[in-house]
């Protein structure tokens, strides 16, 4: 059973969150006036047990400005998705959304359970201007052998905007890539089956779009008009838009105000791990480099991925190849697999 801990970031340092097999979810408040190993320096400010009383098994953080959200999945499969009531105090905490995300697997079928919030502030571009909301929330989850991304709309409700499939094993992590100004959204997962997959995120017929500034900035304005002429309407971040507090703020109509389907495509499969691996995570700014800094490089992705017998350090170059063989780049650009340690057995 996963035991996980979280801080509350990159800017809200003070704040941590914890899970464990005693299936509570405990947020933690430093407080520096204290001494060190005191045992006050850190105070339990709030708990939430596991609806279902199945441990939780992943969580994550997510900063919009000055607002924070957490998502947790339990063993079971059902997600939480909260906000605190209010977002200077992180002593209460409503629920957003709660809901079992596939059929509830039995005790002894071993199960893989994780979430990853989109953390940058803004979505890609292309997807802004097909009409999703600038605030969009994006949460990508994955269940058992597949993730799904789900985002919010203009109501504040949740929908599936892609389904990420191919692996042939439980996947036991996901990272999703800064870099959104790319145009698209790069997820990673880790998966069972020895497989590190790395997937594309786009908008449909975003490749048409303009790309000039003036267009983006005529999206923002027009979006920024809209959200000043629903100011009127009393709404404190997306828990006070779900109507007395329910607990099903996940809404599947389509043309819904805001709602842009994507489309997934899976760019690469790396094959370099014996057994499964656990653990992949791209480094903070998704080393984003554009096409007139290097001929040859359009990307250079870094992805850092743990398995019981290797961490490997994996970079992607422009040219999309998954191995060095016909990679016209240079050297340091290429993509490569780098054995910073390895265990025994």
């Known amino acids: 059973m996963d035991a996980q801990v979280k801080w509350n970031g990159p800017f809200v340092g003070e704040m941590l969150a914890s899970i464990g097999e005693d299936g509570m979810l405990r947020i933690w408040q430093e407080n520096i006036s204290e001494t060190s190993n005191s045992g006050r320096r850190f105070k339990r400010i709030y708990e939430q047990p596991s609806a279902s009383r199945v441990p939780y098994m992943s969580l994550d953080f997510k900063n919009i400005g000055t607002e924070t ?7 079971d499969g059902q997600l939480t998705v909260c906000e605190p009531i209010d977002h200077d105090d992180f002593s209460e905490w409503q629920i957003m959304w709660q809901d079992y995300l596939c059929k509830t697997p039995s005790r002894t079928e071993e199960t893989g359970f994780r979430v990853c919030w989109h953390h940058e502030k803004l979505p890609a571009w292309p997807a802004i201007i097909a009409g999703l909301d600038r605030k969009s929330l994006s949460l990508a989850v994955s269940i058992m052998d597949v993730v799904k991304v789900f985002r919010t709309d203009k109501d504040r409700e949740f929908y599936t905007a892609a389904e990420l499939t191919g692996s042939r094993g439980l996947i036991r992590d996901i990272s999703w890539s800064n870099g959104s100004m790319r145009g698209y959204d790069t997820i990673a997962t880790a998966s069972k089956d020895g497989y590190i997959r790395i997937y594309e995120v786009h908008t449909p017929g975003g490749n048409n779009a303009e790309t000039s500034a003036e267009a983006v900035r005529d999206a923002e304005n027009s979006l920024h008009r809209a959200s000043n002429a629903s100011a009127s309407r ?112």
């Open 69 to 75: 959200y957490l998502a947790a999945i339990s063993r």
């Open 234 to 345: 009393p709404r404190s971040g997306i828990g006070a838009g779900l109507a007395g507090g329910s607990r099903g703020g996940r809404i599947e109509e389509d043309n819904r105000p805001g709602k842009v389907v994507q489309e997934p495509r899976l760019v690469a499969e790396l094959s370099a791990h014996e057994g499964a691996v656990w653990r992949v995570n791209f480094s903070h700014m998704g080393e984003y480099m554009n096409r007139d800094m290097y001929r040859h490089a359009l990307t250079k992705l870094q992805a850092i991925c743990l398995s019981p017998q290797a961490m490997m350090v994996w970079y992607k170059c422009g040219s999309g190849a998954s191995t060095t063989s016909g990679c016209n780049m240079p050297r340091s650009m290429r993509q490569k697999r780098t054995d910073i340690q390895r265990y025994a057995g």
